[in-house]
């Protein structure tokens, strides 16, 4: 047993980040018989849901699996997944039982697109565990990531699970902080590439504090935001400082092998937040949404990919000196000259959770050796609408972006693409012996199976649809958020009572505020649309309070300090959400979530 992580994340002052977002706990409902997707024509087995280019199915090959994370297909179609557990989703008895251990395997013996076979093991609540992101088979072994250290598990002949205990290949690897987990992949000859992401958003000294200017140096990229190399087949190596292989990489969740002589590794970069909400005076309220683009990165020895420092720009296509380190909004690039500036960009805030490089031969000649992207989805494009949650393909060209990319699958989320209401998030890939392609959810712990049938309407390029340019812009301000609380009555909003020295103008106002109309807040981001609360923040419409008694003056109070240190939420609320308010402004608004409190 050892010191558990859930202690240590508690301890780190923030964990705000687009990534990692992705608890339940939170209220969403069930499908329901009605919303249950029917088989697309040419799909007979397809209950996945899903929109795919035509010729390609998908069927549902496992639920409720855990919170899954990153997966892995043998060669035998044995899928095995790794399902994580801790400050980012809060335990709940009923999904993850304390004896269930957090890797599974899954194997389809009848060829349904189903798995049949669902084995568990590894460790579990009750031996400490708290499973983990990365997972990876070498040389006959299971690797996977848990808690602080990557072990391996012998596969053994006849049996889809291994037996006995495993063996530490890495221990030690930091947790708290802003990104805890730790992705990984082990190339041919053994070097396993670890994803240690950054413990801030930003470096700042404050993290994710208003003007707080960034730490000179940033002291964690010692021992953070890069990628370390470790050796696949020596055991016990300790994470040290020195085995750093690429720096600069605030949050690099996703690796890609590119199979052939040219051995090129590929990550993901999620690009840092909040660029207007600390720095409202050198960034718009749209630029929120649509700065910076998230990334694909071609890693090299020692190469430097410019975090804290830079970011990069989608719009001037370079990297471009951040507003913690002398910055203006835009213009500077000093340093950042000299950094490396990534292969591929995407829209802000889409969060590229994992990687896969497709070579087989399943798939039409279109989609082969290029990148499948996960999309995971954030929260830090409100009040603008949420993007992402969905699987992208990206073409390649000689270790760069041959193309722009196309939206493969979409649909995980339901109607609703927000951390707080998504039905599945996309955060894992995988692909089997025969050329399908694997998509794990980390809400549910749903495993999906695209394959190709191909078929009349298939192979061309004429109905796919393409990403959108990662300079787009914002988008409009959520739909979502544009509802009256009470959701379909168009009238409801009118009805919230109106609290004593108040009037009825004012939470109208504040109404507005909330929704991100008036001001630029993004209260709805972490609170939800209808302030019944998201996986960031916590529920406004309830009768308990954690931070005031609940009147008008004690809600504006909280609005104006924030909250640094939440009781039961792990990453604080900026003062006033981030934006600038003025008191009459915050008076509006604390009213309107007084009117929250106490609808009928
Ligand atoms: C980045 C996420 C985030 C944003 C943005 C945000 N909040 Fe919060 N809010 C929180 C968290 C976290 C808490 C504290 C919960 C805890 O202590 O566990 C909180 C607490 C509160 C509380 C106190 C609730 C209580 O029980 O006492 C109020 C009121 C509130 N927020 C209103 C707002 C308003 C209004 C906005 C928009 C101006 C906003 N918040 C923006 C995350 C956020």
Redesign the pocket.
Known sequence: MQASPIGLMRLALIS?LGAAIVESGTAWSEPTEASRPRAPAGCPKDDSGLVLPPGFCATVFADDTGHARHLVVSPDGVVYVNTWSGRYYPRDGKSEPPDRGFLVALKDTQRTGKADVNQRFGETLNSGGAGGTGIALYDGFLYAEINDKIVRYQLRHGSITPKGSPQTIVIGLPLGGDHPMHPFAIDADGSMYVDVASATNSCQIKNRTLNSPGQDPCVELETRGGIWRFDARKLNQAFTPSARFATGIRNGEGFALESGAAHRVYVTQHGRDQLH?NWPDLYQAEEEATLPAEEVLLISHKADFGWPECYYDPGQKKLVLAPEYGGDGGKKVGPCATKTAPVAAYPAHWAPNDLLYYDKQAFPPRYRNGLFIAFHGS?DR?PYGQQGYNIVFQSLAGGKAGGTCEIFADGFAGPQKTPGTALYRPSGLGVGPDGALYVSDDVRGRVYRIEYLGGAAAAGSGQITQCPDAAAGAGPISTMSEKPPEGTNPDAGAKLPVPPGTSADMVALGNR??HGEV?G???T???GADGAGTP???T?A?T?????D?SVD??AS??TR??M??????????P????Q?SPEQVRA??A??WGLSHRQ
């Open positions: 705000l909400a929260w409100a505020i909330f001001g807040a993004a209260c981001g972490c609170h960031l923040g916590p406004l309830g308990e309070w954690l931070w005031s609940g004690g809600i909280t609005i924030g909250v240190q939440p009781k039961q939420y792990r990453a604080p609320m900026p006033l959400g981030g934006a308010l608004l604390a309107y979530v």
